[in-house]
T-cell receptor, first 114, second 115 residues
């Protein structure tokens, strides 16, 4: 079985400050890891993914994420937050097999204050 | 490219009634997914198609939910009869190819309210 935990329901940061949204996972073998963002009344939008290789992956809108195999974590980061980054963020894990099922965390609401 | 299209955007029905949702994935995308997103939770996979074949429907409540993807393109998800606990947003997503490394592209969902 695979699972994803996003330990913080809410993250608040000031504009211009760095932000981190945490994600830990449990899956046998080597996972594929994803971050998605959801704005109100919209579907999820893909931000970035880790497949293999460099542990630091870069994605859309200046976001990056660091894969840490020993801690089974995949935290989302951004050096300088914008008010427009305020949204709901989801971490997801998939088996690295053909047509592996995605399991999503319950999401973290990020609020960036001016 | 056009995104994943879903309709209707909103639906209100009474319990025990039936309802159907429609999804048109991105052109050329082989894999199509239906998710249920209950308020305050992440999306939960209901069913996954590759072309017009079912890959995973282990979490689909088959006594009341059904889905089909005719001709490997559009898909419909039906609930009959609906229960109060079915109130949720139903998201359709698609991905290019069949590999698990492919990101999913989501529609804006159908918000279902059961009275």
């Amino acid at each position: 079985a695979q699972s994803v935990a996003q330990p913080e329901d809410q993250v608040n940061v000031a504009e211009g400050n760095p932000l981190t949204v945490k994600c830990t996972y449990s899956v046998s073998g080597n996972p594929y890891l994803f971050w998605y963002v959801q704005y109100p009344n919209r579907g999820l939008q893909f931000l970035l993914k880790y497949i293999t290789g460099d542990n630091l992956v870069k994605g859309s809108y200046g976001f990056e994420a660091e894969f840490n195999k020993s801690q089974t974590s995949f935290h989302l980061k951004k050096p300088s937050a914008l008010v427009s980054d305020s949204a709901l963020y989801f971490c997801a894990v998939r088996f690295n097999t053909n047509a592996g099922k995605s399991t999503f965390g319950d999401g973290t609401t990020l609020t960036v204050k001016p | 490219e056009a995104g994943v299209a879903q309709s209707p955007r909103y639906k209100i029905i009474e319990k025990r009634q039936s309802v159907a949702f429609w999804c048109n994935p991105i052109s050329g995308h082989a894999t199509l997914y239906w998710y249920q997103q209950i308020l305050g939770q992440g999306p939960k996979l209901l069913i996954q198609f590759q072309n017009n074949g079912v890959v995973d429907d282990s979490q689909l409540p088959k006594d009341r939910f059904s889905a089909e993807r005719l001709k490997g393109v559009d898909s419909t998800l039906k609930i009959q009869p609906a229960k109060l606990e079915d109130s949720a947003v139903y998201l359709c997503a698609s991905s290019l190819g069949t590999g698990s490394h492919q990101p999913q592209h989501f529609g804006d969902g159908t918000r279902l309210s059961i009275l």
